[in-house]
Nanobody
Framework: QVQLVESGGGSVQPGGSLRLSCTATVTNWGINGMGWRRQVLGKQRELVASITTAGKTWYADSVQGRFTISIDNAKNTVDLQMNDLKPEDTAEYFC??????????????WGQGTQVTVAA
C-alpha cells in the first residue's frame, strides 16, 4: 500500500517562494525515486522535477535554477523549494513516487495534489 500526502501549497506574489513537502507511506515495497508534476486545467501534466534515492536530480527547463528538489530517504519525504515564482508556475502540483513492487515491477504513484497560485 502506498499513500502520498502533500503540503505547502498556497498563493504567493510573483518573485515569491513556496516550499512543497510530500511524505510517502509505503508498506512492503521500496521507493526508487520521487518527484513533482504539475497540471494546469485543460493542459497536459508536466514533470517539474524528480530525484532518485541516490540523489540524482532532474528539472524541467522552465524551472531550472529556480526550483530545488530534495529527498530524505529515512523519512520518505520529498521537498520542492520554489523560488522566484512566476504566474506561469500556477498549477496543481502532484507528488509522485516510483515504487519498486518486486515481481510486479515499478509503478508511479500520485498524491492528491496541492494548488499553487502565483498572482500579483
Amino acid at each position: 500500500q502506498v499513500q502520498l500526502v502533500e503540503s505547502g501549497g498556497g498563493s504567493v506574489q510573483p518573485g515569491g517562494s513556496l516550499r512543497l513537502s510530500c511524505t510517502a507511506t509505503v508498506t512492503n515495497w521500496g521507493i526508487n525515486g520521487m518527484g513533482w508534476r504539475r497540471q494546469v486545467l485543460g493542459k497536459q501534466r508536466e514533470l517539474v522535477a524528480s530525484i532518485t534515492t541516490a540523489g540524482k536530480t532532474w528539472y524541467a527547463d522552465s524551472v531550472q535554477g529556480r526550483f530545488t528538489i530534495s529527498i530524505d530517504n529515512a523519512k520518505n519525504t520529498v521537498d520542492l523549494q520554489m523560488n522566484d515564482l512566476k504566474p506561469e508556475d500556477t498549477a496543481e502540483y502532484f507528488c509522485t513516487a516510483l515504487i519498486d513492487r518486486g515481481i510486479m515491477g515499478e509503478y508511479d504513484y500520485w498524491g492528491q495534489g496541492t494548488q499553487v497560485t502565483v498572482a500579483a
